[in-house]
């Protein structure tokens, strides 16, 4: 594939990119592995993001400092031999959740400023619900370190939670399970602040699928009435 259709295809190529990612997070956790797959995945995802998503100069430099930072952060693990400790995982999962959401934005923002709707469109969009998730994911991990008893995790998974790969891979599930509202209960919101990030995280995924699905119907509309197709 040349890089010109590889341009073409971009969001088709980073959806990819996502789920294996989900997938080796997921996996190295149950395994109880060291994490550096996933560390080695996420890098490359990293990477990934900040070339499809943020094409424009400024924004590029200024998430790739971002990145550079949390590639820093996540890896020390390793070069140390020892977990981060509270407030290193507090700032990396600040830095990985606002990378996401600048992704995010980005990617809204870039959509609602198209005037034909195709499958790239598409697709951009499903992979702005996936890092979103990610997000939240970050977002609720701050929360857990912050106030522990602001969650109520099940017995039978509460082992992932003294790893830092595992803690990410149990709030990466939690967020996807905010957003799409349907409540597990494996880890359950008792208390602010992990109460309101729920009802927040129900909200945006509510409101992301919303707003989404009415650019496409209305950028199909447009495409329709438009003389070209005449």
């Not at 990819?16 to 996420?42: H, N, P």
């Not at 709707?117 to 998730?133: D, Q, R, S």
């Not at 891979?169 to 349907?182: D, E, K, N, R, W």
């Amino acid at each position: 594939m040349n890089a010109g259709a590889l341009r073409r295809h971009k969001y088709a190529a980073l959806l990819a990119l996502l789920l294996v990612f989900l997938a080796i997070q997921s996996l190295d956790a149950t395994l109880g592995a060291e994490g550096t797959l996933s560390d080695a995945f996420r890098s490359m995802l990293g990477v990934a993001i900040l070339v499809v998503v943020f094409e424009r100069q400024r924004e590029r430099m200024a998430m790739a400092v971002i990145l550079a930072v949390v590639v820093v952060i996540a890896w020390w693990r390793h070069v140390s031999g020892g977990n981060l400790d509270s407030a290193l995982s507090i700032a990396l999962s600040a830095l990985m959740s606002l990378f996401a959401w600048a992704a995010v934005w980005v990617i809204l923002r870039d959509l609602f400023r198209e005037r034909a709707v195709g499958v790239e469109n598409v697709l951009g969009a499903i992979c702005g619900y996936l890092i979103a998730g990610e997000a939240w994911a970050g977002a609720n991990e701050i929360a857990y370190l912050a106030l522990p008893a602001a969650y109520s995790i099940n017995p039978e998974i509460s082992a992932l939670l003294a790893d830092w790969h595992g803690r990410h891979a149990l709030f990466s599930y939690y967020g996807f399970a905010q957003m799409l509202t349907v409540g597990y209960a494996d880890v359950t919101p008792v208390r602010p602040p992990a109460t309101t990030l729920s009802l927040l995280g129900a909200l945006f995924g509510l409101f992301y699928t919303a707003v989404v699905v009415s650019q496409f119907v209305g950028l199909a509309q447009r495409r329709k009435r438009s003389p070209d197709d005449q």
